[in-house]
C-alpha cells in the first residue's frame, strides 16, 4: 500500500450533514468521472472507519465472540454468522436505498 502523501484529498462525508453523506458528496467525483477517467488525484481518502485495519478489528471481535459462542454449544464456529453479525446494519441500510432507487426508477421515471 502507497503511503499518504499530502496532496490526497480529504474525504468530504467526515464533515458532511446526513443528506451529503448519502450521495451528494459523490457528485464532484461522477462528473470527473464522466468527463475524463479517473486518476489516483481524483479519489478521496478513505474514511477512518472504513479502513482495512478498522474493519478488520471489528470482524475480529464477532469472530471472537463466536469462537467462544461454538465452544458453549460444541459446534464449530461459523464465520459466516459472524460476517453477518459484523455487517447486518450497514446492508439493511444499503438494502433499503437500493430497493427504493429501483422502485422509483420502474415506477416513476417515465
Not at 17 to 23: A, E, G, K, P, Q
Not at 25 to 37: A, D
Amino acid at each position: 500500500m502507497q503511503p499518504v502523501s499530502p496532496e490526497e484529498k480529504p474525504n468530504p462525508p467526515q464533515k458532511a450533514n446526513v443528506c451529503s453523506r448519502l450521495f451528494w458528496w459523490l457528485n464532484p467525483l461522477f462528473k470527473i468521472g464522466h468527463e475524463q477517467k479517473l486518476t489516483q488525484d481524483d479519489m478521496y481518502l478513505v474514511l477512518p472507519e472504513d479502513r482495512s485495519q478498522h474493519l478488520g478489528e471489528e470482524l475480529q471481535g464477532y469472530w471472537d465472540q463466536e469462537v467462544l459462542r461454538a465452544k458453549t454449544h460444541k459446534r464449530e464456529p461459523s464465520l459466516m454468522k459472524a460476517i453477518v453479525k459484523c455487517y447486518w446494519k450497514s446492508c439493511l441500510v444499503l438494502g433499503i436505498f437500493t430497493f427504493l432507487e429501483v422502485y422509483f426508477k420502474r415506477y416513476y421515471s417515465q
